[in-house]
T-cell receptor, first 116, second 114 residues
């Protein structure tokens, strides 16, 4: 069964500094996708970045990049130049192929606090 | 901008009441999902659907039921609410075809059962 693990319940970062949020996953499928979502205190889920298992380049979206290490089964999120508005819960998620249901399974989340 | 809507956003009801949480999307997505999330905790998949008349239970057992009579509509029903059902319920949808297709979430429905 697939599994996502986020080992950092909470993280602090100084404004304008970079921060890495850890995510490891476990799957026996060859085709899968990895996602990161941001959840502010309002509760909505905001899509940040996606990495496919066959993508050779690490995904980047503005200040977000995904450090994908397939052999280690890790998909860490890097946020550069942190802003106060980055304070939120961050969830790593994995989606297996359609023959596995295409379901999105989430990790436990990391609460990021950005200090001024 | 995601076109997926949930109502009500907030609901406080008494034990034993029947409730339906509505979820609608205007993107024509085949796949729809319901997640349950306690504050500050991970999201648990409780129901999903591949299309009209297709529904499956998710990884977390739930006393709720769902239906998918129309592509755009995926309501969740609790026949008899209990305090243990107090939680946030998030509806999501995505297009089929590509595993990387973005999964869009609604704003969530916060349910409190007293």
């Amino acid at each position: 069964a697939q599994k996502i693990t986020q080992t950092q319940p909470g993280m602090f970062v100084q404004e304008k500094e970079a921060v890495t949020l850890d995510c490891t996953y476990d799957t026996s499928d060859q085709s899968y996708g990895l996602f990161w979502y941001k959840q502010p205190s309002s509760g909505e889920m905001i899509f940040l970045i996606y990495q496919g298992s066959y993508d050779e380049q690490n995904a980047t979206e503005g200040r977000y990049s995904l450090n994908f290490q397939k052999a280690r089964k890790s998909a860490n999120l890097v946020i550069s130049a942190s802003q106060l508005g980055d304070s939120a819960m961050y969830f790593c998620a994995m989606r297996e192929g359609w023959n596995q249901g295409g379901k999105l399974i989430f990790g436990q989340g990391t609460e990021l606090s950005v200090k001024p | 901008e995601a076109d997926i809507y949930q109502t009500p956003r907030y609901l406080v009801i008494g034990t034993g009441k029947k409730i339906t949480l509505e979820c609608s999307q205007t993107m024509g997505h085949d796949k729809m999902y319901w997640y349950q999330q306690d504050p500050g905790m991970e999201l648990h998949l409780i129901h999903y659907s591949y299309g009209v008349n297709s529904t499956e239970k998710g990884d977390l057992s739930s006393e709720s039921t769902v239906s998918r009579i129309r592509t755009e509509h995926f309501p969740l029903t609790l026949e008899s609410a209990r305090p243990s059902h107090t939680s946030q319920y998030l509806c999501a949808s995505s297009d089929a075809g590509d595993i990387g297709n973005t999964i869009y979430f609604g704003e969530g429905s916060w349910l409190t059962v007293v």
